[in-house]
């Protein structure tokens, strides 16, 4: 499984004022699954994002940390919460000395990946689209 720093926004309405995180996501081979902070995110599922939580259907933009540190879309607002683990690596892409904490909430996210769980909910899929 591979992992990578990223950032995710939730996609509650079109004004991308949803929570909006950065820590380490952990991709399947094919990358269309990403386990975040406890949730698993399905590929090319969603309207406007380009992942969707198989658990709850919400829909997430998901993408890599940018260097300028902009992450939050341009007619967002709001903290971004950043995991504690992920905050050195974070200040090196962004050529950062200190995290700026107008913009951070540093929390502990759930970086343990749910793979048994996303395989019961792709298999409750399964046998229901069998009957």
Known sequence: MKKELI??????????????????GFFNR????????GRILGRG????GNFVDIQSG??????????????RHWAGHGKISIDESAIEEYLKITNEVKLPM?????????????????NE?????????DT
Do not use: C, Q
């Open 102 to 118: 107008n913009k951070f909430v540093i929390e502990a996210f759930d970086n343990e990946p749910k793979k048994s769980i996303a």
């Open 58 to 71: 919400h829909e997430h933009w998901v993408s890599g940390v940018k260097k300028n540190g902009e992450d």
């Open 45 to 48: 599922r969603g309207m406007i």
């Open 7 to 24: 950032y995710v926004e939730e996609i509650l309405d079109a004004n991308h004022t949803g929570p909006a995180w950065i820590g380490y």
């Open 30 to 37: 094919t990358k269309k699954t990403v386990y975040f902070n």
């Open 121 to 129: 909910i792709e298999n409750v899929k399964l046998n229901n689209n």
